[in-house]
């Protein structure tokens, strides 16, 4: 396969330059002007595109297994390549929850039968219950690429400690959902003027502060990559950039829903607004804006977490919080932070690729010879409206609403996942 006439976009090396590209055996091969391509050889026309590497989303739930109504490895791998994406980390609270070597392996063996690639955090403490820690290294042995209770925080602090300096001693990140329960009263909003009107009193930001603090700190004493996952206050980002200053090895996610939305959002869009943590207010947001414009947060990550219609049907304080946001993503960086000026492409594409991929210590996230032939192929300057979805839910605020940015193909393993034909 030859790609030709693109724009190579190379976050590992902050380049960007017109060539094509060969592509054999799995790998890229070549990357030159005006490469010929053999009889028989298919050649992609990426002329006026940009081909930059795979995404890597690390914060996915696929629901499998436990909840395949919900999402499976089949249909979260085929939401992931129309969006770009060609490698995925799954979290852990699945039912059985991914606490044991057993169901690891079972996981990573179907997934083996995708055409992206999938990974498996495991997780934290035993069955999610915070109260006692998994046997990390077994899991380590058995594929986990990181450990994780997501969704739920793990309350007791030495617990917490305990497993940063297990992880640590794993050469592995420890990945943390931050909201203190003890603050909450309905989880999926806010606690502020909206959640107010609506008569609801909501999560208010210090239950993601109070536990970012403390894990800041834990995470410096404990020297482990630890992940503060889908960061939503201003404060939290102001104690990872700190914690950063003091040589703590500190990580940070921001999604797109927290850098594209207030909680005006919920207003207007009601349960398909709703996740945990919430979103906040319009200062929060800027300043995760900021956060991602100087570094301090290096990952953005969908957190795309499916639901049914009808538990979004419920009622606001009943139904489940979370979001889909694997075919939406890549857009809402070029529509809310590319075209805006906060940030260049390539500083986008370097917190989707490269990364995650030097964090979680995988191979991909670079477009050069001899790496894999994972790549994304684009147009930033097309606008499109989702409207449907691989995914096999369609939780989202975003449907109907114009995006820029619009994947054309997604190649992983040397061969087309996704193409749009549209």
Request: charged share 20%; proline share 6%.
């Amino acid at each position: 396969m030859i790609i030709k006439g693109g724009t190579i976009a190379d976050p590992s090396t902050h380049s960007s330059y017109k060539a094509d590209i060969k592509i054999q055996n799995g790998n890229i091969s070549q990357i030159a002007d005006q490469l010929i391509p053999d009889k028989g050889e298919e050649v992609i026309p990426a002329e006026g595109l940009v081909v930059a590497p795979g995404l890597i989303d690390s914060h996915v739930h696929f629901r499998d297994p436990g909840y395949t109504y919900k999402e499976t490895l089949h249909t979260g791998a085929l939401s992931a390549a129309r969006g770009g994406f060609t490698t995925v980390i799954c979290m852990a609270n699945t039912s059985p929850a991914v606490d044991s070597p057993s169901v690891l392996k079972d996981i990573l063996s179907r997934a083996d039968t995708e055409k992206i690639r999938i990974y498996q955090a495991a997780s934290v403490s035993r069955s999610l219950k915070g109260a006692e820690l998994t046997d990390m290294e077994s899991l380590s042995e058995a594929g986990a690429c990181g450990f994780t209770d997501d969704g739920i925080p793990i309350r007791d602090a030495a617990l917490c400690y305990q497993a940063m300096q297990k992880a640590a001693s794993l050469n592995l990140p420890v990945s943390l959902h931050e909201e203190d329960p003890s603050f909450i009263q309905n989880n999926g909003i806010n606690h502020g003027e909206v959640s107010s009107r609506l008569g609801i009193y909501g999560s208010p930001s210090i239950a993601e502060e109070s536990l970012v603090a403390r894990d800041c700190m834990l995470a410096l004493r404990a020297k482990a990559h630890v992940v503060i996952q889908h960061i939503s206050s201003r404060y939290s980002v102001e104690l990872v950039r700190v914690f950063k200053a003091l040589g703590a090895s500190i990580h940070a996610e921001a999604t797109p829903h927290h850098f594209t939305l207030t909680e005006e959002a919920v207003a207007a869009h009601g349960t398909l607004a709703k996740m945990n943590p919430p979103l906040r207010t319009e200062k929060d947001r800027q300043a995760i804006i900021q956060g991602l414009a100087d570094g301090t947060i290096d990952l953005i990550s969908t957190d795309h977490a499916p639901h049914s219609a009808a538990e979004k049907q419920k009622p606001f304080t009943e139904a489940p919080s979370g979001i889909i946001g694997l075919e939406t993503s890549l857009s809402l960086g070029i529509t809310s932070l590319v075209r805006p000026g906060h940030l260049t492409l390539i500083q986008l594409l370097e917190k989707m690729t490269i990364n995650p991929a030097r964090l979680y210590h995988l191979p991909y996230g670079k477009v050069a010879p001899r790496e894999a032939a994972d790549l994304v192929i684009f147009s930033p300057d097309e606008q499109w409206v989702p409207n449907e979805y691989q995914s096999l839910s369609s939780n989202t605020p975003f449907t109907g609403e114009p995006l820029w940015g619009k994947v054309k193909y997604t190649i992983c393993r040397g061969q087309v996942v996704y193409a749009d034909h549209i």
